[in-house]
């Protein structure tokens, strides 16, 4: 996901509130903003999408240091941090949007989620960005029309694709196209907006794939399950799982994790995680409800869309080969040189995860 702050739906009330609030309802998101992950972390620097999210934890809570964390509020992919702040951290955790440009920008800011598309983009004014956790991993697809003469991924030549440039999403399309040999002058990414629930607004992706503006969408989800209703029997999906996922991260930096007290809180938040998303994977239908009130999804979209959302409570072996890789794709939207892996290598930080989870 990316960036353009103002990320969340404009239709839709503000983040996750405490458990409550939705981010859903009908808006459109700005054409820069990002997702599951993104959408508040934005080229220009902007902070996210929606309101404020809840402050959480249980007993204890002065043995450990309160925190903050900035996530897109819109997004399934930050609700495990939230039922993390709520149930698990032993001391208080406030959740707001904002993602790692909050993080970044803000001395208040502990934690921040974000995709690995805007850790690149961000890390380069802010090398002291770290990415310590996962905390979700999303299977990207593209939803096409097959009333628009597409029956394979090839078809989507000439074709209108709707996405959010600059985003995660934006890299799986040229990457997947790609396989079939299309490069991005051989398409039209046409910019819209994500949406939570339908009646999608005017600017989001399922509207403009009902009103014949694009002929395939791409984006995380629901926007692209919402496409897909809208398409019904002449929908047709394309994904790889082996291809692409977008890696949502939790990020902190390297002053935050060198002061004793406020890492030893940051590690207790991430043994908190790894709970929270141990609750995902064993009992969904605990969680289920929470992230419907949290973001405004419908609970039926939502189940829909699980099997595309993955919760593995580890910091992904592979991130940093995972940033190498899109390390040029982002460079070239931003018109500087692609830094090498050796340069990549101190944006990652497993010492945490380690810590937190008992590893050697």
């Known amino acids: 996901m990316a960036g353009g702050g103002g990320g969340g739906p404009s239709g839709g009330s503000g983040g996750a509130g405490g458990g409550s609030g939705g981010a859903g309802g ?15 972390a934005s080229a220009g620097g902007d902070a996210g999408a929606g309101g404020g999210a809840g402050a959480g ?27 993390a702040s ?12 904002g993602g790692i440009v909050s993080l970044l920008n803000d001395p208040s800011v502990d934690l921040g989620t974000n995709a690995e598309t805007q850790t690149l983009r961000q890390s380069v004014a802010h090398p002291n960005l770290r990415i310590i956790f996962t905390a979700t991993e999303t299977f990207y697809r593209i939803v096409a029309n097959r009333a628009a003469g597409i029956s394979s991924l ?45 009646p999608c607004g005017a600017n989001t992706l399922p ?25 019904g029997s002449d929908a047709i999906v394309f994904q790889d799982r082996s291809l692409y996922r977008e890696i949502v991260n939790l990020h902190s930096t390297a002053e935050k994790l060198a002061d004793p007290e406020k890492r030893r809180g940051i590690v207790e938040f991430v043994r908190a995680l ?8 064993t009992d969904p239908e605990v969680v289920w409800p ?6 405004g999804i419908e609970p039926s ?29 982002v460079a070239a939207q931003t018109g500087r040189a692609p830094r090498t892996r050796a340069e990549l290598a101190p944006l990652v930080d497993d010492s945490v995860m380690k810590e937190a989870l008992g590893l050697p």
């Open 26 to 40: 009908s808006g459109a998101a700005g054409a820069s903003s990002g997702g599951g992950g993104e959408a508040s």
């Open 57 to 83: 934890g249980q007993g204890g809570a002065a043995s450990f240091p309160s925190l903050k964390i900035t996530s897109d509020t819109a997004s399934i992919e930050f609700t495990p941090v939230l039922v």
């Open 86 to 97: 709520q149930d698990f951290y032993p001391g208080e955790a406030a959740v707001d949007s």
């Open 154 to 198: 090839a078809d989507l030549r000439g074709k209108r694709i709707g996405t959010i440039p600059n985003t995660s999403a934006a890299y799986f399309v040229t990457k997947y196209l790609g396989t079939v040999g299309l490069t991005a002058d051989d398409y039209t990414m046409v910019p819209g907006g994500i949406c939570i629930s339908a």
């Open 207 to 231: 509207s403009l794939m009902e009103r014949g503006q694009v002929d395939a969408v791409a984006l995380w989800e629901p926007s692209s399950e919402l496409a897909k209703e809208v398409l």
């Open 274 to 281: 790894a709970r929270a998303q141990e609750l995902y994977r």
């Open 290 to 295: 929470r992230i419907s009130e949290a973001i």
């Open 301 to 329: 979209v939502l189940e829909n869309v699980w099997e595309d959302e993955q919760f593995l409570g580890t910091l992904v072996p592979d991130i940093l080969d995972v940033l190498e890789e899109e390390e040029p794709w």
